[in-house]
Nanobody, 127 residues
């Protein structure tokens, strides 16, 4: 099993920045990659950004392109999400997730490819 713990959420004004971090522990060698999701009450969970350790590929959703950056350190089992130019619509609970597929799996990942989850961290962007 893999345990994922997020940190870095909070309250920020529109236009500001936050950096989320996710620390993985346990059977981290089983992870093909990691990602960040967000969810607003009453809406489906949205894949915001993802990376895969093999080759270092990264990707972000169109809704955050040019504002959010995902980065990671495989040796430290850590993935970060730098969020810039935040908007009120970015308000959500952000979840770190692990992609446990085998090396060589398709890219970019689908939401259903993630099998482990953190507890979430709240981000509130005020207007």
């Amino acid at each position: 099993q893999v345990q994922l713990v997020e940190s870095g959420g909070g309250l920020v004004q529109a236009g500001g920045s936050l950096r989320l971090s996710c620390q993985a522990s346990g059977r981290t060698f089983s992870m093909y990659g990691m990602g960040w999701f967000r969810q607003v009450p009453g809406k489906e969970r949205e894949l915001v950004a993802a990376l895969r350790w093999s080759g270092g590929s990264t990707g972000v959703a169109d809704s955050v392109k040019g504002r959010f950056i995902i980065s990671g350190d495989n040796a430290k089992n850590r993935v970060d999400l730098q969020m810039n130019s935040l908007k009120p619509e970015d308000t959500a609970v952000y979840y770190c997730a692990g992609d446990h597929r085998i090396v060589g799996s398709t890219w970019p990942p689908r939401q259903t490819d993630f099998g482990s989850w953190g507890q979430g961290t709240q981000v509130i962007v005020s207007s």
